[in-house]
């Protein structure tokens, strides 16, 4: 799947493979390898538990946000088709296999389920107490805040790096969204969203506002 | 190089499946490289020298598995095995590197080149340090999987700085990544002293943790 969609790109001139780059539109692009990120995962998580996964988050929802408006998806108002295209690619950039369960535009909400690749690896580390993929949340809530105009967020409930577990679960939207979803669905996980969130939320203020929105240098 | 890209493909060695992609038995993924620059910018920014530290420490390991699984067979060179890991860090798009000395004997080596997620970093918001811990880490990986000792690198200069055209990273056991540095510009062998020492304060920390026991 993965040659035939870069065969077609490459026709259109969308992804070009230079001398030791390769470009997605006006994106450049890496390959990276999984157990690199699952293992820095795992050390960053231990040392600094209050910051690491939410800055991951936060860089992941900006780079959400740019996928919206790199490649010239503006263009769509309704953003559920969207989260659509931007599932297709998790999974042609290998980042595990997703569904949308369920998307409401009205709300600006989104439950996603699916197995995330890093995930799995960080189980055959080192299996976590808790959820460890703050990047799709954050891809996810990156694009439907460009649309919304409303401070999105996600949380994971349950995760595949978890003993047992096999499939993980984000939840996505705003706040409040978020933790009535849980309260009404996943009460055992209030505290975790709770935790998540507000390290999330501290991390932001102390980037100051305007940060995700800055054009750079 | 999608020529070089399509062969690994065609030769089953890069398989791409929806269970995502596999470069031999290392699974891959897709990053946007500016994902890569913005969370390494923020995260040094709040982890600081630590942060670049485990970054270093995690790529060397990987550099170390890399050449056990997928480097040159070819053992009678450091630089054969350097030359492998330079085609890989192409390949996949992490930037563009040539040897500039390597010394089997002493397991050290002198790599200039150009790193895609240092460039983006530049692009983004420049940077007062060298920034690629990345590259550093995969090439003493490989220099540690050679000599079966412990190595380091310091990067001298980083394209990620302003009027910076080319990243060099010095590669070695700690007394010669020093010595070399020393001669060749003097200026920065405090910043490189300091950062081995900020590494080896990284792996004594990661040491003392039982929960990270195994990681590295």
């Not at chain 2, 412990?150 to 055209?165: L, M, S």
């Amino acid at each position: 799947m993965f040659m035939d969609t870069i065969s077609r790109y490459m026709a259109s001139r969308y992804v070009r493979f230079g001398d030791g780059e390769i470009w997605f539109g006006d994106l450049r692009c890496t390959f990276n390898f999984i157990p690199i990120l699952a293992r820095e995962f795992i050390i960053n998580n231990e040392l600094d538990p209050e910051r690491y996964s939410s800055i991951v988050f936060l860089a992941a929802k900006r780079a959400g946000y740019d996928f919206v408006t790199k490649h010239a998806i503006p263009l769509v108002k309704n953003w559920t088709p969207v989260i659509g295209i931007g599932i297709e690619w998790l999974s042609l950039y290998g980042h595990g296999l997703f569904r949308s369960v369920k998307a409401d535009r009205e709300n600006g909400f989104l439950l996603l389920s699916g197995r995330s690749n890093i995930g799995q690896e960080i189980k055959g580390q080192k299996p976590s107490t808790d959820p460890t993929d703050f990047t799709l949340g954050g891809l996810m809530a990156g694009t439907m805040e460009y649309y919304t105009k409303k401070p999105t967020y996600a949380v994971e409930i349950s995760c595949v790096a978890q003993k047992d577990v096999q499939e993980c679960v984000i939840v996505a939207g705003e706040r409040k969204t978020i933790k009535s979803y849980i309260e009404k669905f996943a009460p055992e996980k209030m505290e975790w969203a709770d935790k998540s969130l507000d390290r999330i939320e501290a991390v932001e203020k102390e980037l100051g506002e305007g940060w995700f929105r800055e054009e750079p240098a | 190089m999608f020529d070089l890209f399509k062969r690994y493909v065609d030769e089953g060695y890069m398989k791409l499946s929806d269970e995502g992609f596999w470069f031999g038995k290392e699974r891959m993924i897709f990053y946007y490289t500016t994902f890569n620059a913005r969370e390494l910018m923020l995260n040094s920014k709040f982890g600081g020298s630590r942060y670049l530290a485990t970054k270093f420490i995690v790529s060397r390991k990987e550099g170390q598995l890399l050449m056990q699984q997928h480097g040159a067979q070819d053992m009678s060179a450091l630089a054969n095995l350097i030359d492998s890991l330079i085609k890989i860090i192409n390949l996949l798009g992490i930037g563009k590197l040539r040897i500039v000395e390597s010394d089997s004997k002493s397991g050290f080596a002198v790599l200039s080149g150009t790193s895609n997620a240092a460039l983006e970093r530049k692009a983004e918001s420049p940077s007062d340090a060298p920034v690629d811990f990345v590259i550093g880490g995969l090439i003493a990986g490989t220099v540690s999987y050679y000599t079966k000792r412990k190595a380091y690198a310091a990067e001298t200069k980083c394209v990620a700085q302003n009027g910076v055209e080319e990243c060099t990273w010095v590669v070695g056991n700690k007394d010669d990544i020093l010595n070399y540095i020393k001669d060749s510009a003097p200026g920065k062998t405090e910043a490189a002293q300091k950062t081995i020492e900020d590494i080896e304060a990284a792996e004594n920390e990661i040491g003392s943790r039982q929960s990270l026991n195994g990681i590295i």
